[in-house]
């Protein structure tokens, strides 16, 4: 019943384990466990994995403010108030288009639309910004500057989790 609820609602994949052995265990057709399928938003959760790990390394603290590593964000009266949390959680005012991930240049420049903590504000827009802020501290610590390498080195390679494939924005940012 799990197989056919998954393949009515076009499911990639379905595993079930119970008490730590699989019960049920089903792939889309021409798929299996080591087909790489793209997660898209999915990777708002590694960026959440990201953020921790900094936490953990004393590169950041969630609740800085932003403009702390956007000099360019503290003149302004809206987004010097931004803390990393309200990025993450995408409260901090910074509008977004779902499939419209900008450069991480663009999100930093783009007006926000609601005071920090205001609103929810679901897309990629925060994320991109955070993914400049985690440039310019690993930059900073004379660290590889690129995020996604702090992410596959700090995170992933831990967890033994290899991507088959990144994406990367005209700016050549992960």
């Known amino acids: 019943r799990l197989q056919a609820y998954s393949e009515a609602r076009e499911g990639m994949s379905l595993l079930v384990l119970l008490d730590g052995e699989v019960v049920c265990e089903a ?10 399928l793209p997660l898209y938003s999915g990777t708002k959760s590694l960026v959440a994995l990201m953020a921790a790990a900094a936490a953990e390394d004393g590169l950041l603290a969630l609740d800085e403010l932003a403009s702390e590593s956007l000099p360019e964000w503290r003149d302004d009266p809206v987004k010097s108030q931004v803390t990393l949390r309200q990025l993450l959680a995408m409260s901090a005012g910074l ?5 419209d991930v900008p450069t991480y240049a663009a999100a930093i420049e783009a007006a926000f639309n609601a005071m920090p903590g205001e609103r929810f504000q679901y897309g990629p ?28 080195r700090r995170v992933l390679q831990p967890a033994g989790a290899v991507a088959a494939a990144w994406r990367r924005g005209a700016d050549g940012q992960a």
């Open 27 to 36: 792939y889309a057709q021409g798929t299996s466990a080591t087909t790489p």
């Open 95 to 99: 509008p977004s288009r779902i499939g």
């Open 125 to 152: 827009a925060p994320y991109q910004a955070f993914g400049e802020i985690m440039r310019r501290k690993l930059s900073a610590k004379g660290a590889d500057a690129d995020p996604l390498a702090y992410l596959e």
